[in-house]
């Protein structure tokens, strides 16, 4: 059982930064590669970034590549998303996930592999 909670939304103007934390309990961590998705109101829910268990290789949306950067500690369970040159179309429920995966290198976008999910922080972007 893994528990993920997120911390760092809030609201900023475009053009501004955030960064957001995902705090995992259990001494597994290392197991897992991460990923961040977010919802917008009345949308599906999205894929935007992933790193593989140990870190290093990453995978981002077309949507947030050049300004989203997903990374993570394993030593301090956290996986993080820092996100500059914020557009009001990044206006979402942000949510961490962690996927439970045999091979190291698997990094996965598909929403429905994950095992677990945080609760989500909110991000509001204004014009």
């Known amino acids: 059982q893994v528990q993920l909670v997120e911390s760092g939304g809030g609201l900023v103007q475009a053009g501004g930064s955030l960064r957001l934390s995902c705090a995992a309990s259990g001494r597994t961590f290392s197991m897992y590669a991460m990923g961040w998705f977010r919802q917008a109101p009345g949308k599906e829910r999205e894929f935007v970034a992933a790193i593989r268990r140990s870190g290093g290789s990453t995978r981002y949306a077309d949507s947030v590549k050049g300004r989203f950067t997903i990374s993570r500690d394993n030593a301090k369970n956290t996986v993080y998303l820092q996100m500059i040159s914020l557009k009001p179309e990044d206006t979402a429920v942000y949510y961490c996930?962690?996927?439970?995966?045999?091979?190291?290198?698997?990094?996965?976008?598909?929403?429905?592999?994950?095992?677990?999910w945080g609760q989500g922080t909110q991000v509001t972007v204004s014009s």
């Open positions: 996930a962690a996927d439970l995966v045999t091979v190291q290198y698997t990094i996965r976008t598909d929403a429905r592999v994950y095992d677990y």
